[in-house]
């Protein structure tokens, strides 16, 4: 069964750069089922989808965070990465990668999540 | 984006019976492609990830016991749990994958009454 695996620093100063991998286990990152996302989770509130990349390097960026908002994929290693800058107090979140199943209209959905990581803004 | 509106936010409910959990779209998430409702349903329990319960609105997720049932089109969608075990007491989140950026409800908590 593939397994997802988000690894870290679970501090970061204010205004320096969140980076997150994630490694995918038990499967090839490079399938074209499947898209990569990121998914965070603020203290005590809702999901909010980040982004997400295709193994071909295509991605899908939340507009509100697209100007700060960095993903890539690395398929030698069965991995992909989340990068973002100038953080602040409200991006201190759970974050999850997931994994996407891709269907036939385009539109994907998660179908497996990482156990999550907590990022912590510091000032 | 779209905003999906989740209710009751809390719902009481003793075991054994059953909870409809409501969860509303700003606008539809069906698909244009196919006769389809790009909707899903998740699980959460404490310190846990989310876990897929539901997808395309009303199919079951592999492994998922036939006591969840999803039903609804359009904008409007039910979650229904049948004979409550004590496993399912946990946070319910609703989530739109029709229109990007995919967006979540604000959960619903099923509560051991």
């Known amino acids: 069964q593939q397994q997802l695996q988000e690894s870290g620093p679970g501090l970061v100063k204010s205004s320096e750069t969140l980076s997150l991998t994630c490694t995918v286990s038990?499967?090839?990152?490079?399938?074209?089922?499947?898209?990569w996302g990121w998914i965070r989770q603020p203290p005590g509130k809702g999901q909010e989808c980040i982004g997400s990349i295709y193994y071909t390097g295509s991605t899908y960026y939340n507009p509100s965070l697209k100007s700060r908002l960095t993903i890539s994929v690395d398929t030698s290693n069965n991995q992909f990465s989340l990068e973002l800058s100038s953080v602040t107090a409200a991006d201190t979140a759970v974050y999850y990668c997931a994994r996407q199943r891709v269907l036939g209209s385009g539109s994907f959905y998660i179908d497996s999540w990482g156990q999550g990581i907590l990022v912590t803004v510091s000032s | 984006e779209i905003v999906m509106t989740q209710s009751p936010s809390t719902l009481s409910v003793s075991p054994g019976e059953s909870a409809t959990l409501s969860c509303r779209a700003s606008q539809s998430v069906n698909s244009k492609l196919v006769w389809d409702s790009n909707l899903a349903w998740y699980q959460q329990k404490p310190g846990q990830a989310p876990r897929l319960l539901i997808y395309?609105?009303?199919t079951r997720a592999t492994g998922i016991p036939t006591r969840f049932s999803g039903s609804g089109s359009g904008t409007e969608f039910t979650l229904t749990i049948s004979s409550l075990q004590s496993e399912d007491f946990a946070v319910y989140y609703c989530h739109q994958y029709n229109n990007w950026p995919y967006t979540f409800g604000q959960g619903t908590k099923l509560e051991i009454k």
């Open positions: 038990g499967g090839s990152i490079s399938s074209s089922s499947y898209n």
């Open positions: 395309g609105a009303s």
